[in-house]
């Protein structure tokens, strides 16, 4: 499933390159503080996506769309938490709600009434929300939500889908990794892999086949965006299918909205698409931009953890602690965040600012003559910067009709793709390492001006190294 490598003239270090030579010489502090964190971090960070080489940006604050590292440098943002601040950086209505737990407590180990409205929320905006279940993250969410549908199914099958990520955990990791071939990951048993079948997403009838002629399938897991929100959509119909099958043979559907829920829409990508699943995690937006996460979905499902159901069918109950479940910082954080998204349509506001932005930065490519192609959904976007030289008009471009195999690898396009990043954020525009990235509620024109900026500012430094051959 993977595509040859593609090559690149210079390793992201190397001294020649005047991207990489402006980039260090404007982030010293960062610097140093990398050279700390080595000693004491793997690779010296704390999460997979921040890595760049020669190192990423440390950051002091954050506010609204926009953040400061602590060499004093601005940039606009579209890291966005990983996905968590739709409302934008440090919201006053958030601040001020944690602000005023913190005064009452930050853990009682005993219920509380934020957590009560935390749960009516989600069950109110999520149309499969009978009932919910918090975790401390979505990870958690993805491995509470495995066992349930093993236990309320009786079998041991999980349907996923190649590059699909949900999570770190044991049952997933196969098949999202970098070579998407389905296999196992270190220090996975093969046995644990072999309990996913790792499907391509590309032929919705090899799928629905599938369902079909099995009957060891607990669920088929899936994110309603494509693989890693987007990079690699669905295609037409893909959900809507899924969800025939999996209804007819009493499979469950579990979609992953631990970045569409909330984001596609004040009810996630369920509600934008009409299509309700069984259940479904959430993590991110859930939490208002704290640690949470959380499984929902029909009652009867998220009945095999609840204490009066199961002994009234005298079945054993699947037991779930968690220190951090529904903690009250995070609770505040939600209930406020949510009540927002509820009332004021964030969604929609950041959903059509990326509309925008996407149209504008394809005009940079079109202007500047660069085959490279600009997509997303929603409330996000993603630069696909054509490693492979395959011919691209960006005015065209149409992610459906590039192997997904080529969609991931421009990921992992080394020099090239650090360039971008280093490149934009020497401009003021930090992204993640797609390249692309998440737009807020708090976006507007000012962030869109000065994205289209950097990016044209990039892509002539990036031709003037020839690393990028314009047409």
Known sequence: MTAAAPTNSATNSATNSAIVTDYKARTPGSGALFERAHKVLPSGITHDARYLDPYSIHVARAKGARKWDVDGNEYVDYFGGHGAMLLGHSHPAVVEAVKRQMDLGTHYGSSHELEVRWAELVCELTPCAERVRF???????????????????GKDKIVRFIGHFHG?????????????????TPGVPQEVSALSIVMPSDNVAAVVKLIEERDDIAAVMFEPSGASWGQAPLPPGFIQAVRDATTKKGVIMLMDEVITGYRWSSGGAQKALGITPDLCIQAKIVAGGLPGGAVAGRRDIL????????????????????????????????????TLLRDEDLAEKANKTAAELRKA??????????????????STFLIYPNPFNDPIDPATFD????????????????????????????HGVDVMGSPGGFVSATHGGAEIEKTVHALRQTVRALKAEREVKAV
Not at 135 to 153: F, K, P, Q, V
Not at 324 to 336: G, R
């Open 168 to 184: 770190w955990h044991d049952n997933v990791t196969a098949g999202a990794g970098a070579t998407y071939d389905g296999g196992t």
């Open 399 to 426: 992610p459906l009709k590039v192997p997904f195999a080529k969609l991931k690898g421009a990921r992992g396009a080394g020099p090239l793709t650090g360039k971008i990043r280093m490149g934009l954020m020497t």
């Open 135 to 153: 975790t401390a993250s979505g990870t958690e969410a993805s491995h509470m939500a495995i066992r349930l549908a093993r236990a309320y199914t």
């Open 303 to 338: 009945d095999r953890i609840d204490h009066d159901a199961t002994a009234a069918k005298k079945i054993e109950r699947i037991l779930h602690p968690g220190t951090y479940n529904a903690n009250p910082l995070s609770a505040a954080a939600a209930v406020t965040a949510l």
């Open 361 to 378: 930065l394809t005009e940079v490519l079109v202007q500047e003559g660069v085959p490279w192609g600009i997509y997303g959904q929603s």
